[in-house]
């Protein structure tokens, strides 16, 4: 009996390759980040869940445990091959952020695909992030209003893009019928709760 949670190889490669795609649009989005991050406020931090979008769209998409934890770490590795800013350190960003979306998709047995699972993954995502910038010193002299708006604001982008964003476009995904392209026949959309 085949367990229909276990990854193919083309499981692998299809959530590479939207792992990719996603580590070309992470490089591009450095410079817009740094472009905003003048403005002052955290306001840059509004766009900062972007970067946790790789692992949302992929289990969403192909369903499967690991998946998530996948496309972080080639998205993050694509970011790194083009060229960071951050230089390695963007791999142990993808590692803390991808592991912290997986356990969201674990908590619910990887059988839900709601906007509330996609938000939930995205707000670990953060969650995970935010623990790795305080292990590498990046927010702890923070005053505490300051290290509120940047928590509120990275949140918020976060449940925006990878999570409300993230859902929506594996919706068109479907709509389009690429989705009937990596999964199995007769496998249910996107919830819409």
């Known amino acids: 009996m085949k367990n229909r949670y276990q990854l193919k190889l083309s499981d692998i490669l299809v959530t590479t390759v939207v792992a990719l795609v996603f580590g070309v649009i992470y490089k591009l989005w450095g410079p817009l980040y740094y472009a905003i991050k003048p403005l002052g406020m955290h306001l840059e931090q509004l766009i900062y869940g972007m970067w ?10 192909i369903r499967k445990p690991g998946v998530g934890l996948l496309a972080e770490i080639a998205a993050a590795s694509g970011e790194f091959f083009m060229g960071s ?13 991808g592991l912290a979306a997986e356990l969201v998709f674990a908590a619910v047995g990887y059988r839900k695909y709601s906007v509330s699972v996609a938000v939930a993954a995205a707000a670990a995502a953060t969650v995970g992030s935010l623990l790795l910038d305080s292990l590498q ?9 300051n290290l ?7 949140l918020s982008g976060a449940v925006i893009i ?14 389009a019928g690429v989705a009937d392209l990596v999964r199995p026949v007769g496998t249910a959309t996107v919830d819409s709760n």
């Open 52 to 61: 946790f979008i790789a692992a949302t769209v992929a289990f969403l998409l």
């Open 85 to 97: 800013e951050w230089g390695l350190a963007v791999l142990l960003s993808g590692v803390a952020q």
């Open 137 to 145: 010193g990046y927010i702890g002299d923070l005053a505490l209003w």
């Open 148 to 154: 509120s708006l940047l928590i509120l604001f990275r």
């Open 162 to 175: 990878a999570g409300w964003m993230g859902h929506w476009l594996v919706s068109a995904l479907e709509d």
